[in-house]
Nanobody, 121 residues
């Protein structure tokens, strides 16, 4: 499975960004897709994931601000990020797994190259 992210960039606090991910290759092996991030000096953490049955997970700090969606027919994944905070600054990665549920980075076995999100004034 190959994953390619797009949509990162710079935004002021309170602003919005939309990340996209396109999957290719053995997409039929994918059950759950998600977004993880890794800030400077921090461990990689899963911020949101969505399974093929529609189950969605959000990390507590992004609940109500980030929204994940998936178009299985087009093999695409998006993350709408609203009310961005300074602490949301990180490299954001698209990820996929054959598992039915994924809430930690180690659950995923396919990764994109990442797209940088910087929140600053």
């Amino acid at each position: 499975v190959q994953l390619v992210e797009s949509g990162g960039g710079w935004v002021q606090p309170g602003g919005s960004l939309r990340l996209s991910c396109a999957a290719s290759g053995n997409i039929f092996s994918i059950n759950t897709m998600g977004w993880a991030r890794q800030g400077p000096g921090k461990e990689r953490e899963t911020v949101a994931s969505i399974s093929s049955d529609g189950s969605i997970y959000y990390e507590d700090s992004v609940m109500g601000r980030f929204f994940i969606s998936r178009d299985s027919a087009k093999s695409t994944l998006t993350l709408q990020m609203n009310s961005l905070k300074l602490e949301d600054t990180a490299m954001y990665y698209c990820a996929a797994t054959e598992f039915a549920y994924a809430t930690v980075a180690s659950n995923f076995d396919s990764w994109g190259q990442g797209t940088q999100v910087t929140v600053s004034s």
